[in-house]
């Protein structure tokens, strides 16, 4: 257990449809990163968020949006969704803003039908 | 425009041997490497990393060599052992054209066979 967690763990949506995706890093964690795994494209990252405010931006399409809270606690909006967005998301989350200290959640598979 | 790329999707390897996965790169502007490791249904976990001012790096049995001028990384395991069976995936990190990129490749799947 890496201390991450992410809600839901499964989410079946319908295209043209928006959700969201929830994260809460470990205790003490002031960085926030989002993933998207597909099956034809690996592991993306999408976006970084440090103590509130976005760091760094990945391949995060128009259609996407991200949050960091002052609880540090992390919301990642997807809307128009479409087939291809069904993947696998992952957060993951350090003290600071070296990637490599990070430590990820387990994911929230969403499927679009 | 697949950057970083991990040409093997998979990879077999008798325990106790050499585990060699490899990883190419095209942008000579990244100068940070990392490889994670995934087991299923779990999110990746970091293994190891090399700056570009570096040719290689150890930690444990894990070993990364960067060749800068071939833009190639390898991750050596030695000795293999079958907990070591996992996907695992290269990426490169670094400021081209005055943004941030970190990329991932699209992960080799080693099985280490007891």
């Known amino acids: 257990d890496s201390g991450v967690t992410q809600t839901p763990k499964h989410l079946i949506t319908a295209t043209g449809q928006r959700v969201t995706l929830r994260c809460s890093p470990r205790?003490?964690?002031?960085?926030v990163y989002w993933y998207q795994q597909s099956l034809d494209q690996g592991l993306q990252f999408l976006i970084q968020y440090y103590n509130g405010e976005e760091r760094a931006k990945g391949n995060i399409l128009e259609r996407f949006s991200a949050q960091q809270f002052p609880d540090l606690h992390s919301e990642l909006n997807l809307s128009s969704l479409e087939l291809g967005d069904s993947a696998l998301y992952f957060c993951?989350?350090?003290?600071?803003?070296?990637?490599?200290?990070?430590?990820f959640g387990p994911g929230t598979r969403l499927t679009v039908l | 425009d697949q950057q970083v790329k991990q040409n093997s999707p998979s990879l077999s390897v008798q325990e106790g041997r050499i585990s060699i996965l490899n990883c190419d790169y095209t942008n000579s502007m990244f100068d940070y490497f990392l490889w994670y490791k995934k087991y299923p249904a779990e999110g990746p976990t970091f293994l190891i990393s090399?700056?570009?001012?570096?040719d290689k790096n150890e930690d444990g049995r894990f070993t990364v060599f960067l060749n800068k001028s071939a833009k190639h990384l390898s991750l050596h395991i030695v000795p293999s052992q079958p907990g070591d069976s996992a996907v695992y995936f290269c990426?490169?990190?670094?400021?081209?054209?005055?943004?941030?990129?970190?990329?991932f490749g699209t992960g080799t799947r080693l099985k280490v066979l007891a």
């Open positions: 090399i700056s570009s001012i570096k």
């Open positions: 993951a989350s350090s003290v600071t803003q070296r990637v490599e200290e990070q430590f």
């Open positions: 205790s003490g964690d002031l960085s």
């Open positions: 990426a490169a990190s670094g400021v081209t054209s005055g943004t941030y990129k970190y990329i």
